[in-house]
């Protein structure tokens, strides 16, 4: 059973720092890429950063780049979402996920609430 647990969210000032983790089970976590995403009311969710199975490349957002860092550590199920230079914009639930091809299936955690003020 696939399972990713978010964690790291909370309450921070404009300009400060939080990090996001997430703990995945159930499937073989190394050969699969994942991503964060974010949804904020009342809007779309979107791709905030991916990251690919081995950690070579990572992909981000231009609301996020150059802020926002994403990692991983195979050796723990984890990846992580490292948020510098947070903005009140960065408001939002945000996800990891990743996609099972041969189960054609996209998982998604539960979320972990970021709120950032002004």
């Known amino acids: 059973q696939v399972q990713l647990v978010e964690s790291g969210g909370g309450l921070v000032q404009a300009g400060g720092s939080l990090r996001l983790s997430c703990a995945a089970s159930?499937?073989?976590?190394?050969?699969?890429?994942i991503s964060w995403y974010r949804q904020a009311p009342g809007k779309e969710r979107e791709l905030v950063a991916t990251?690919?199975?081995?950690?070579?490349?990572?992909i981000y957002a231009d609301s996020v780049k150059g802020r926002f860092t994403i990692s991983r550590d195979n050796a723990k199920n984890t990846v992580y979402l490292q948020m510098n230079s947070l903005k009140p914009e960065d408001t939002a639930v945000y996800y990891c996920?990743?996609?099972?091809?041969?189960?054609?299936?996209?998982?998604w955690g539960q979320g972990t609430q970021v709120t950032v003020s002004s």
């Open positions: 996920s990743t996609y099972i091809l041969s189960r054609k299936v996209r998982y």
């Open positions: 159930g499937f073989t976590f190394d050969t699969y890429g």
């Open positions: 990251i690919t199975s081995t950690g070579d490349r990572t």
